[in-house]
């Protein structure tokens, strides 16, 4: 472009030579500015796009859990890869209609950071407060301008409410492979299903980073949307010698759950009400004795109409050379002693339901205890005198109705046939 300009220089005076060369540069730099300006727009378009497919990449592990009174809380936990300028999340009560997004509420996330064997990972936690009871809302992560989709959740009622839950036994192996076909074959059978009991070893390794994000990868959105209630299993601790345990470094920083006042079972104690059912939660790993104590006051102060244990180890195994008699003589007897109606349990990698031994001749009014596998992992059955059913080399997951006076158990296969059913009834 600038190869004419030598030939003409003979020509023109200096001052026509210097106002010639000035426009030219004008109209070179101006032309490259607004291709830089073009090449910006066009890859801020890309960037704008590029945001808009992040939401699920970039918010993993989304999971809900049961910090409060459900009835007017609801706690929601996320990670990142990367620390965001800001952690937030937004609810907003679900309409029909989609605007419904337009009256949402920014909660500011509290965060966390963990170094896994993948990197540093961040973690963020709300807990939304003050929601009106019975009642669908809608919530989604992010950072104020990049987010992860809808979700729906319902909170509990404040009057007794016939529901359902699901109860999974131990998923632990081939957990994306495997397990994830459980815990979708019960959301299908049980699609109102108002939140899911995970009776520990939900993984393998405790502090594998792989294994935990294949046990969100599996829930999916499932656990984005119906209330999840862990237990702490043998496999959520690595063993430290000495007989010391240290319980997984990723439990409290992705499960928001309630407190406790006690070093070695806080976020793995815990007692939920739920339209007229307590649920305790116990950890049998460790501190027996001190748990059986906590049990005396939580259920001397129960006027629920139902209530069920939630723990890893059985009271009565049901896998060879198995035994668990501190629970037997520590928990049983509390058990007993305030009517529990049932016991959730898992560890033995079979399906067992019983009572336990009875008097001959006698009649057993302890609780139902239940032992079921969700995972792939099986043992050998240890056939004995306390089991009405049971099998081995099944996938199962369980759903429990309650209403007042009824509480009805089925235990079902993967492909969807009840293997197992009961009923108990209160007068």
Request: aromatic share 12%; glycine share 6%.
């Amino acid at each position: 472009m600038l190869g004419f300009i030598p030939w003409g220089l003979p020509m023109l005076k200096s001052k026509s030579i210097h106002l010639l060369l000035s426009v030219i540069f004008l109209i070179f730099t101006t032309a490259s500015r607004t291709a830089g300006a073009n090449r910006y727009q066009e890859n801020s378009r890309r960037d704008s796009a590029a945001n808009e497919n992040l939401g699920s990449e970039s918010f993993k592990h989304i999971i809900l859990t049961l910090q409060e009174d459900p009835r007017y809380t609801q706690a929601v936990t996320w990670r990142t890869d990367v620390r965001l300028n800001q952690a937030i999340a937004e609810i907003a009560l679900s309409y029909p209609s989609p605007d419904f997004g337009k009256s949402a509420k920014k909660y500011q996330a509290k965060t966390s950071r963990l170094k896994t064997d993948k990197g540093l990972k961040y973690y963020h936690s709300v807990n939304f407060k003050n929601l009106l009871a019975d009642t669908v809302y809608a919530y989604r992560v992010g950072n104020g301008k990049v987010w992860s989709e809808w979700f729906q959740f319902r909170t509990a009622s404040e009057k007794l409410k016939d529901f359902s839950f699901i109860y999974l036994g131990d998923a632990q192996h081939d957990v994306y492979s495997l397990w994830s076909r459980t815990i979708r074959a019960a959301v299908i059978e049980a699609p109102r299903a108002r939140f899911i009991i995970h009776a520990g070893d939900m993984v393998d390794r405790p502090n594998s980073d792989r294994q935990w994000d294949e046990w969100f990868r599996a829930g999916g959105w499932i656990l984005a949307m119906i209330p999840n209630v862990p237990v702490a299993g043998n496999h959520e601790y690595s063993k430290q010698g000495l007989g010391r345990f240290t319980l997984s470094k990723y439990w409290k920083s992705q499960f928001a759950l309630p407190k406790l006042d006690h070093e070695d079972l806080d976020k793995t104690v815990y007692n939920i009400d739920f339209q007229g059912v307590r649920v305790i939660v116990l950890n049998s790993n460790l501190a027996i004795k001190d748990q059986a104590k906590w049990m005396e006051n939580v259920l001397s102060n129960n006027s629920n109409r139902w209530t069920i244990i939630a723990a890893h180890h059985p009271i009565y195994s049901s896998a060879k050379r198995r035994r668990n008699k501190p629970l037997n003589n520590y928990w049983k007897p509390v058990f007993e002693k305030y009517k529990v109606d049932l016991v959730l349990q898992g560890h033995d990698h079979v399906y067992a339901r019983g009572r336990g031994p009875c008097p001959e001749g006698g009649n057993c009014r302890g609780p139902i205890y239940v032992t079921s596998v969700s995972g792939p992992g099986m043992y050998k059955l240890d056939g004995r005198n306390w089991m009405d059913r049971a099998a081995e080399n099944m996938q199962l997951f369980q759903v429990i109705s309650v209403s007042e006076n009824t509480l009805s158990y089925q235990s079902i296969t993967v492909t969807g046939e009840v293997y197992d059913a009961f009923e108990i009834v209160k007068d």
